[in-house]
């Protein structure tokens, strides 16, 4: 059986970026760039004001008087018709293009307004004073963004600057969600005896919202040979595919033989990790225009399927969608002793003590007490999970540990 570690790194062997597509630019916020963006002009494209106010002549103003007659008006938007003459201000707003000759700019609180003239009160003007210089900020043709950065509000805002209406961009993974099992029925209904409500499928599409282009819930496929494989044949047209439940060692545990029997090539079954010990995963048969979807068989145990998407499927969103494989985990104190079987990587849900924070000090967490892997309203209240790896069987109060945030 692999380890947890040596699991994740199987998985990740088999994920790779999807292919680039081209995006509007509105639609590209998340998504990694696939292409360098260069600028398309200098920014700014010209001189240009800082300040309302006059634009002048910095040498004009070495020495009294300090009085400069008043030519053209420029406006944001115009173009300077001439050059400024000796002793002569324009009068510029914001943003607005400096005319040659001129190398500085006078806020107009500066001043005094006499006539034709203007009477400039602050007495050192150097030259470049409130003016930004053509390509100071960059230059046509200098690589602004490069291929392979997460496009952030700030990164659009470039984007739209330089003209790049459309850009390619790796797209998110498309996903399909698959519930198995006779004995779960909607949630919308009441179960019946025996039977259980499909709270599964909700929670993962709540995890893998905003990681996918797509996301489809199946319908709940049943444990019967030939309804199951029938109905997870349309799923494998999907990047990635999270069959939940039936994968463990129960005479109606079928997933696995069917996904081999739609040829998806099996990479490992089960793994030193609790909960989600039989997890399943698998690699489908290449399409003609992309490789093969990336198959987990999640044990159906709500937690497992908590704790397997977080560790091995979400890297895996991240990577296909061009980023890097997200690790949150971060370093917790442990506030009490916790002991575990050390054979398997446990993930213990637990809450900051937010009471007892520490600024600089690593945060306080303590297990929550839980009944097992069916356990669901565990996480629910809980802050993350804490992680104890296999080497240990017990972890005492104080000990450093590591810890997966929950959000
Ligand atoms: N003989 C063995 N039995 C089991 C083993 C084992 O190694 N040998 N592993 C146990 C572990 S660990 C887990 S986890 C479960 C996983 O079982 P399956 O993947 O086959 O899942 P099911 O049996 O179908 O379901 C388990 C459990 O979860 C409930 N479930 C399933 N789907 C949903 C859903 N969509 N929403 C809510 N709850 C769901 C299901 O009713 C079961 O109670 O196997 C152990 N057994
Ligand atoms: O690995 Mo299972 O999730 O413990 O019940």
Not at 17 to 39: N, P
């Amino acid at each position: 059986m692999l380890s947890m570690n040596e699991a994740l790194v199987r998985v990740l062997e088999q994920a790779r970026a999807l292919r680039a597509v081209d995006c509007d630019l509105e639609s590209a916020l998340g998504l990694t760039l696939a292409q360098d963006v260069v600028a398309d002009a200098d920014q700014p494209p010209f001189d240009k004001a800082l300040v309302d106010g006059y634009a002048v002549r910095s040498v004009d103003l070495v020495r009294p008087p300090f009085r400069l007659e008043l030519g053209e008006t420029i406006l944001a938007g115009q173009i300077p018709q001439r050059p400024l003459g000796d002793r002569e201000a324009a009068t510029i707003t914001t943003g607005a293009p400096l005319p040659p000759g001129a190398d500085a700019v006078i806020m107009h609180e500066r001043t005094r307004r006499i006539g034709h003239t203007i009477e400039i009160e602050e007495h050192e003007i150097k030259p470049g004073l409130n003016r930004l210089p053509q390509g100071k900020v960059y230059r046509a043709d200098d690589r602004l963004i490069p291929s392979g950065t997460r496009l952030t509000p700030a990164t659009l805002g470039v984007l739209a600057a330089v003209g790049a209406a459309s850009v390619r961009v790796i797209p998110r993974p498309r996903v399909a969600i698959i519930p198995t099992g006779d004995e779960l029925v909607d949630f919308r209904q009441p179960p019946g005896p025996g039977r259980i409500r499909n709270s599964n499928a909700v929670m993962l599409r709540g995890f893998v919202d905003g990681l996918t282009s797509e996301t489809w819930t199946s319908p709940i496929l049943g444990d019967e040979p030939e309804a199951l494989k029938e109905g997870l044949r349309p799923a494998l047209d999907f990047d990635v595919v999270l069959v939940m439940g039936g994968v463990s060692a129960g005479q109606k545990d079928l997933v696995p033989h069917t996904l081999e029997a739609l040829n998806v090539r099996p990479i490992f079954h089960k793994i030193r990790i609790k909960p989600g010990k039989p997890l399943w995963f698998g690699v489908g048969s290449p399409r003609a225009d992309r490789p093969g979807p990336l198959v987990f068989g999640l044990p159906g145990n709500p937690l497992s399927v908590l704790v397997n998407f977080l560790v091995f499927v979400r890297p895996v969103l991240h990577v296909l969608a061009g980023a890097a494989a997200d690790d949150d985990r971060i370093e917790v104190r442990l506030a009490t002793r916790v002991s575990h079987r050390n054979t398997l990587t446990t993930y213990l849900p637990a809450r900051i003590l937010r009471e007892s924070l520490v600024p600089g000090e690593p945060l306080r967490v303590e297990a929550l007490d839980w009944s097992g892997s069916a356990d669901l309203l565990s996480a629910a209240v809980a802050d993350g999970f804490l992680i104890l790896p296999e080497v240990k069987e017990t972890y005492e109060a104080g000990e450093i540990v590591g810890f997966l945030p929950l959000r």
